[in-house]
């Protein structure tokens, strides 16, 4: 089967390029894609990408696979391939370090922005802060985000104003906190996105929703900061 | 938080909010002339008639700095999204305030025949 992968090695290349390779799958077998990268590494390990547990968890192997973001470790070929070809390329609006390796710097300042860690200035009870199990299941389909960045990088807003826009990502674990019971910073958290790029830059064009790995929903977190700035401001 | 100064408030709520209300209030605008068109004889005498009135002209202008509000808060949108050098990114910025600003007056002086 024939895979184009975006190469790119800045000490030695001077722009990147596509580089096509005939790989033989084994018959009767739905490999992941992260499988087919490590056969090709085995006969040339100058190909560089990132992974770690190999089974979705880490959210190391995030990369564009056929156009549409994903997790290789868990994108099966079958679900991905199209004509027998498979085209590989790094997630899309961050510098490319070498091939599928991409800088996440700017991804990590966004989500940095957000004070992702629980806030409690009251003094600390002997054994631990409990929550209701009402209040713990409102962190449901959010604290489950493994900081992949490939709803943010699918994310037009967060290509065009990557320095300003937090991101589908960000903000998703904003709301993580916001939405905590336990967090007492809500009206901190909530002024440091009042502003015309943080949070409005969303379209709401759910490109995150369709490619989040985890089956998350960022643009339903975005509605609820959203309602949660328009309710005290209003 | 990102500052600005460009933006039509100083805030992300207050853009995000007129930029859904002043669109209520052109649909509503819209709907009512396709109503009116469709439903009476479109002629110099009704149409002279129906600006004639007071209600009319306000629900006009009404409509006619919704449309300044809510093209100032698309535009700046799109300039910030596209235009990432300054002084073009500025000047187009203002361009589109200046255009706003003279289809406002200019509207005003058709309606009230100064």
């Known amino acids: ?234 | 938080m990102v500052s600005s100064v460009t933006n039509l408030g100083r805030s992300g709520v207050f853009d995000w909010l007129i930029q859904r209300v002043t669109a209520y209030v052109l649909a509503l605008y819209t709907l009512f002339l396709l109503g009116f068109m469709v439903f009476s004889d479109v002629n110099y005498e009704t149409w002279a008639a129906l600006f004639s009135q007071t209600w009319f002209r306000i629900f006009t202008l009404l409509a006619l700095l919704s449309i300044g509000a809510h093209a100032w808060v698309g535009l700046w949108t799109v300039t910030t999204d596209y235009i990432k050098a300054m002084a073009p990114r500025f000047l187009i910025q203002a361009l589109c305030g200046l255009t706003m600003f003279v289809y406002v007056i200019w509207g005003i002086q058709i309606l009230w025949g100064l």
């Open chain 1, 1 to 234: 089967m024939l895979v184009s992968l975006y190469r790119y090695n800045p000490e030695t290349d001077s722009a990147p390029y596509m580089q096509d390779v005939e790989v033989d799958i084994p018959e009767g077998k739905d490999l992941m894609v992260l499988d087919v990268l490590n056969l090709i590494k085995e006969r040339d390990s100058s190909m560089a990408y990132r992974r770690s547990c190999r089974e979705g968890v880490c959210g190391s192997d995030g990369m564009n696979m056929n156009g549409t973001n994903g997790l290789a470790c868990i994108t099966p070929m079958s679900q991905v391939v199209k004509k027998n070809k498979l085209v590989l390329r790094p997630l899309p609006g961050l510098p490319v370090i070498r091939d599928l390796v991409v800088d996440m710097s700017l991804f990590y300042k966004q989500y940095e922005k957000v004070m992702p860690y629980l806030v409690n200035d009251t003094p600390a009870p002997a054994i631990e802060r409990l929550q209701t199990p009402e209040d713990r299941e409102k962190l449901d389909g959010l604290y489950e985000c493994i900081l992949c960045a490939c709803c943010s990088t699918a994310c037009p807003s967060f290509w065009w104003n990557p320095d300003k826009f937090i991101g589908p990502s960000g903000l998703l674990q904003a709301y993580r906190f916001l939405a905590d019971s336990r967090d007492t910073a809500q009206a901190e958290r909530l002024s440091n996105l009042d502003d015309p790029f943080s949070v409005f830059r969303c379209r709401g064009i759910m490109n995150c929703v369709s490619v989040c790995p985890k089956g998350l929903n960022p643009t339903k977190a975005i509605g609820h900061i959203r309602n949660l700035l328009l309710q005290r401001a209003t």
